[in-house]
């Protein structure tokens, strides 16, 4: 079974600064995806990178990178020079090779909060 | 904008109703899902179509009926809910059923949600 850890339940951040956001994941498999996704007050889960246990490289998108040490387990978000706009809960998910796309495991979440 | 939409966007109903969500996806994808986001409970997956095929059904209980007439067009039909199916519904689409692939690993990408209030 597949285990996702967001330890911090609400994040603040000003704006124009760089936060990171945690996570942490168990499995037993020794392929496997990591994802983040955004979700604004408004519902949308909205996709925003992605990380395979294989890749040689930390994924980078935009203003998103993905901190990943595979060796801890972790897989922690990097938002750089934060918006306004990117007060959401923020989501970390992650799915072996061999599991079917529907059944990825998410995290708790992490609301994040930017000030001006 | 989204490339996964959801019609309505909120919705109110009465445990005697009837009601659809409706779900549609102009990514091109072969799988589409439902999701049910309750507050302080994790994202729990609901029914999955591959190719208009249901291929998984979550025991869901019967008072939620999926419909896929098509690759791009997914609907739940909703028959005397309860209070607590109260909930946000999220629809989402990905290339297929399967396993991680190359590049983005075969990702989900989500709608907007529907916010369904059983009163």
């Known amino acids: 079974a597949q285990k996702i850890t967001q330890t911090q339940p609400g994040m603040f951040v000003q704006e124009k600064e760089a936060v990171t956001l945690d996570c942490t994941y168990d499995?037993?498999?020794?392929?496997?995806?990591l994802f983040w996704y955004k979700q604004p007050s408004s519902g949308e889960m909205i996709f925003l990178i992605y990380?395979?246990?294989?890749?040689?490289q930390n994924a980078t998108e935009g203003r998103y990178s993905l901190n990943f040490q595979k060796a801890r387990k972790s897989a922690n978000l990097v938002i750089s020079a934060s918006q306004l706009g990117d007060s959401a809960m923020y989501f970390c998910?992650?799915?072996?090779?061999?599991?079917?796309?529907?059944?990825?495991?998410f995290g708790d979440g992490t609301t994040l909060t930017v000030k001006p | 904008e989204t490339g996964v939409t959801q019609t309505p966007r909120h919705l109110v109903m009465g445990m005697t109703n009837k009601k659809s969500l409706k779900c549609e996806q102009h990514?091109?994808?072969?799988?589409m899902y439902w999701y049910k986001q309750s507050a302080k409970k994790p994202l729990e997956l609901m029914f999955v179509?591959?190719?208009?095929?249901?291929?998984e059904n979550n025991s869901v209980p019967s008072r939620f009926s999926p419909e896929c007439p098509n690759s791009s067009h997914l609907f739940l039909h909703l028959h005397t809910l309860q209070p607590e199916d109260s909930a946000l519904y999220l629809c989402?689409?990905?290339?297929?059923?399967?396993?991680?692939?190359?590049?983005?690993?075969?990702?989900?990408?989500f709608g907007e949600g529907s916010w369904l209030t059983v009163v």
């Open positions: 989402a689409s990905s290339q297929s059923v399967g396993a991680l692939g190359q590049g983005t690993g075969n990702t989900i990408y």
């Open positions: 499995t037993s498999d020794p392929s496997y995806g």
């Open positions: 990380q395979g246990s294989y890749d040689q």
């Open positions: 998910a992650m799915r072996p090779y061999n599991t079917n796309a529907g059944k990825s495991t």
């Open positions: 990514l091109g994808h072969n799988a």
């Open positions: 179509y591959s190719l208009e095929e249901r291929v």
